[in-house]
């Protein structure tokens, strides 16, 4: 049994084997040939570093010829190292002596020796990415082509792997995985927010898991402590069993307050929403309680696809989520497009930081055509519809007035054609930088609503990347001066009346909920499996509670006194569900 501590962002527990992928999508069991195929596994095994040591010469060559000799340099350590004879030996030893196929042998002993580099210093660590390279090519040629697919299972699983890719996330088989668990990340990875809301248990920021498990080992995942376990043994096993049972009432206890309206115990009410990346996430989202969509995320058109969605692409996913919510609000997002591996990978020198790079609506505004027709998909598709758009990461007017021209020429365009569309379609803004937080009363006098966007708000307030385990620790809604930029645009809303809410994953976060009520803020927007547990708390507190938590929380200046203060109430108002 080895237990793994990582950061827990999804809560609650998954048990079961595991599917581990590497870099490169390849599923690597740990599986056992007969004696008598030992010898066929070590051919392969030939095969293969001749192939790679081909491959490896001609990449040295071409770079010698574009580039120079000094860059093709880099290649020869690739060389030296599938020459290494004390590493064949390894790979002979686990073929020969413990029966192992040549793929599993290949994978366990170079990922040992990439963890040898991990702590020397930083000219020999960098070292790691080649045993990595090299791991990858020796794996593709044994393998050849194939590549493990999480999209149709047929068994439950937990996915372990170093990172998952939008792409990989979106085709994923929802039946039959049942936790994620992943080297990378932080409280706002893609993968984590993924997880949250599909309901399912994660923890990610686990650095080497994926070197210490196997295909088919047993794994336990502990969402709520940020814990994975192992091959667990017996104890452990029933143990984490009983949680899971308890896990399992505690959400069937949340069932009775679906259809009750989130109001406070004093009679206030509270508009409860749900952020959806997927469009067949809206009937969870409904199922779950929530009264629309306050964050449909659309980039899935572009990440799960080869090719650039067609304007009747993006027009049939707004209206299959339009059509599921009849007198319903639905926010649509425009792309967000940029800091991500779809437009990273297609682009001829990708950027050194994305995340401070053309994303967003910095993307759009450079690449017009896609953005004007998701503008048309929208306006086209929120026809008798409570639909609303809101764009993204703006940090000036001038972004702001931009979009909204853009805007004005398509509705031109298809009042010119004669294609019915909705011209007062209600335009609001994500407030997810420091500089849009700081401008937030000019902006309120240009939009119809603001949606505070927490993950990049902290990320850019606090220059903390938000999927660096690294400094996940820094990562916090508790900071001060973040709390301080909510409540200015929370009173700027108010000043001008105009709707504000919160999509970010603070507000999903039931630890922060009073607070946010007590700040003024009346509308949420969380992941779906977030709905019932914000619902209870929202039920269970008085607005006059709500003010005095936030009062007492602005005159605290360090992040440990709010988050203890905050647990404190927590407990009292959720013992059964909320733990450290």
Do not use: W
């Not at 994975?228 to 017996?234: C, F, G, I, Q, W």
């Not at 069993?241 to 309206?261: I, N, T, Y």
């Not at 966007?453 to 385990?469: C, F, M, S």
């Not at 400094?471 to 909510?486: E, K, M, Q, Y």
Request: with cysteine.
């Amino acid at each position: 049994m080895k237990v793994k501590k990582g950061i827990g962002v999804s809560p609650g527990v998954a048990i079961a084997q595991a599917v581990v992928l590497n870099a490169e999508e390849f599923d690597i069991p740990q599986r056992h040939v007969a004696v008598d195929l030992a010898q066929a596994e070590l051919a392969r095994l030939r095969k293969a570093t001749a192939v790679s040591k081909k491959e490896i010469q001609e990449l040295r060559k071409q770079t010698a010829e574009k580039i120079d000799k000094k860059t093709a340099g880099i290649f020869d350590y690739h060389l030296m190292l599938l020459e290494d004879k004390e590493l064949h030996k390894q790979f002979t030893a686990m073929i020969v002596g413990s029966h192992a196929a040549a793929e599993y042998a290949v994978a366990t002993v170079l990922r040992n020796y990439a963890k040898l580099f991990h702590d020397m210093p930083q000219h020999l660590a960098d070292r790691v990415h080649d045993v990595y390279d090299i791991e990858k090519r020796l794996l593709r040629n044994l393998i050849g082509q194939h590549r493990q697919t999480l999209a149709h299972l047929k068994r439950n699983v937990v996915v372990v792997a170093p990172d998952l890719s939008p792409s990989q996330t979106a085709a994923m088989d929802r039946e039959h995985v049942l936790g994620i668990a992943i080297d990378v990340g932080g409280q706002t990875s893609h993968t984590a927010i993924v997880a949250r809301g599909l309901g399912l248990p994660a923890v990610v920021g686990l650095n080497d898991l994926t070197a210490d498990a196997a295909g088919g080992d047993t794994i336990i995942i502990d969402g709520t402590r940020g814990v994975v376990v192992l091959n667990p043994d017996a104890e452990t096993l029933a143990h984490y069993q009983q949680m899971a049972r308890q896990q399992v009432e505690f959400l069937h206890s949340l069932d009775a307050l679906r259809d009750l309206p989130a109001t406070t115990s004093d009679g206030h009410e509270v508009l409860l929403l749900g952020n959806i990346e997927f469009p067949r996430e809206t009937a969870t989202v409904l199922d779950k309680g929530g009264q629309g969509i306050g964050l449909y995320r659309t980039e899935f058109l572009y990440l799960g696809s080869d090719t650039e969605p067609s304007e009747e692409d993006h027009y049939n996913a707004y209206r299959e989520v339009l059509n599921l919510c009849p007198d319903r609000s639905v926010v649509i997002r425009t792309l967000d497009l940029g800091a991500d591996k779809y437009t990273q990978s297609r682009a001829r020198i990708p950027e050194r930081n994305p995340m401070l790079g053309l994303r967003s609506i910095r993307f759009c505004l450079q690449h017009l055509p896609a953005f004007k027709t998701q503008i048309r998909a929208i306006l086209r598709a929120a026809v008798g519809t409570r639909a609303s758009m809101m764009f993204p990461l703006l940090t000036s007017l001038k972004e702001l007035r931009q979009a909204k021209a853009i805007m004005r020429d398509v509705i031109e365009d298809l009042e010119e054609e004669g294609v019915e569309c909705a011209p007062d379609l209600p335009v609001g803004i994500m407030v997810e930088t420091p500089s849009a937080a700081l401008q937030c009363y000019a902006f309120a006098q240009e939009v119809d609503f603001f949606s505070i966007g927490t993950n990049d708000l902290i990320q850019y307030t606090l220059a903390v990347d938000r999927g660096n385990e690294r400094v996940a620790s820094l990562f916090t809604g508790a900071n001060p001066a973040v709390l301080r930029l909510l409540q200015e645009i929370i009173r700027a809303g108010q000043r001008y009346d105009i709707p504000v809410s919160m999509c970010g994953e603070l507000a999903g976060d039931p630890k922060y909920t009073v607070l946010l009520l007590g700040l003024g803020l009346r509308t949420f927007s969380v992941t779906p499996s977030a709905i019932p547990e914000i619902k209870k708390i929202i039920r269970g507190v008085t607005m006059e509670r709500a003010l005095a938590v936030a009062n007492r929380v602005m005159k605290l200046d360090s992040e440990a006194e709010i988050n203890n203060y905050l647990r404190m109430e927590m407990h009292k108002l959720l013992p059964e569900a909320y733990t450290d």
